[in-house]
Structure formats: C-alpha cells, structure tokens
C-alpha cells in the first residue's frame, strides 16, 4: 500500500522540544502492484495501446507505448482476506479511484520455484471527487476534507466487483461481468447508480447476472458495485 508523506513542524527552543503539528499530506506516494505472471491485455490497458492480432493473425503483438506521457487513468479494485475479530472470514476491497500504472517490459531468468518471475507495476494513485464505483464523494456519509480522496474500503463477506453499461436508451437489461451474490435491488448490498446516482434497478438475477432497469436516455452510465465470489455467468 501507498505511504503518504505527511510533513511534521517542530517547535524547538532552549534544547528542548517544545512541540510539534501534523501540516498534511505533501506526497501521496506509490506502490508497486505484483502479478504473477505477464497478462498481455492488462499491459496493454495500463499502457494506453492495444493488443494486435489482426495485422498478423497468428501472431499476437503488444507494446510499452513508451512515447504515451500522459497514462491513462484508471479504478483499480484489490481484494484483502481477512478474518475480523470475532473469527468471521470476510474481505476488505479498496478501491482506488484514480490511477495511473506504468507498463512494463516482460522479464525473464532461468530462477525456479513459484513465480519466478513475477511483473511488477508501480500505481500512483491521485485524488478525486467521486469514488471508484462513480458516487460522488459529497452524496456519501464519509465526511472527507474537500469531498474528495484517493480511495475507499468497503468491507463485506465477500470480494466486490464492478460492472458499468452506458445505456443505448432503448435496451431495458445488461449483465454483469460475474454472478452476484444477492438479488439485492434497493441500493443497500447492490451499489447500482445512474450517472453516479443511486437509482434502485427493477430487479438483479444472481444465477444469470441480469440487471432489469427502465428503458433511459442513449450514453446514461449505470455501473453495478456488486459483492461477488468471481464465478462465471
């Protein structure tokens, strides 16, 4: 995780420290984000570029994009096990609302044992007004200075995910990118929102992952923050 750098003031006189004020926060940081092994479409996504495999159809091609000085910026979801303090498994998910990741060049080394060479991928994370799943951060009950910040922790029983549709304003259901946990449809498991606001959908199937909603207006974007435990629709 990202350590800010918080600048401290000290006051001292006479040999002594006389006291000291927290002055904020001068530096958000970076972190280093690990994956097992190179995913081709992840790279791509974080580089700004794209995967072909038209120009040469057998072949896949990817690329650094080295020449792109302005990343694209990204939500970026990371599910935390953890068991609370009454010996309930359940799951941290931070979600962080802006950020930018740096591509990276596939390494490689004759090293045996698991993973042996894991990429790695510096994130840096910045402020925002809105969270990562599209809520603003002043229609929330958070309270943070300035209505914004640089991510949010949603605790629950299981990981969550997060689908977004932007609305054709004829089609009355989408689908979500797994099957969610709960049928929820009142805004309280569910988090579905309508171009950031908290719009309750006809119904969500669990089985199918269907989301029912009302016909809207073309380029609406609904997302769907949904608890879920990743299995396949």
């Known amino acids: 995780m990202p350590s800010p750098t918080r600048e401290i003031a000290t006051f001292r006189g006479g040999l002594a420290i006389l006291g000291q004020r927290a002055m904020g926060v001068s530096d958000l940081g970076t972190f280093d984000l690990t994956l097992a092994a190179y995913d081709e479409t992840f790279n791509s996504l974080c580089a700004g570029s794209t995967v072909d495999v038209s120009t040469h159809t057998e072949l896949a091609f990817t690329a650094p994009n080295m020449a792109n000085a302005s990343l694209p910026q990204m939500i970026l979801g990371l599910a935390i096990g953890l068991q609370n303090d009454s010996g309930t498994n359940e799951y941290l998910t931070l979600i962080y609302n802006n950020v930018q990741i740096g591509p990276v ?7 045996s044992g698991v993973n042996p060479r894991p990429q790695v991928y510096t994130v ?8 990562g799943h599209g809520m603003l ?15 949010v922790a949603v605790r629950y029983t299981y990981p969550m995910h997060l689908t977004t549709y932007t609305d054709d304003g004829a089609a009355t259901t989408f689908i979500t990118g797994y099957r969610p946990i709960s049928t929820n449809a009142t805004n309280t498991i569910n988090i579905v929102l309508k171009n950031g606001a908290k719009t309750n959908p006809t119904s969500i199937v669990d089985t199918t992952g269907v989301v029912t909603i009302t016909a809207g207006t073309a380029a609406d ?9 990743f299995v396949a629709i």
């Open 105 to 111: 060049i596939p390494a490689a080394g004759q090293d």
């Open 137 to 151: 951060y002043s229609a929330s009950g958070l309270g943070v200075q300035n209505n914004t910040d640089v991510m």
């Open 221 to 229: 974007i609904w997302s769907v923050c949904y608890p879920t435990n």
């Open 124 to 131: 840096t994370p910045s402020l925002s007004s809105r969270m």
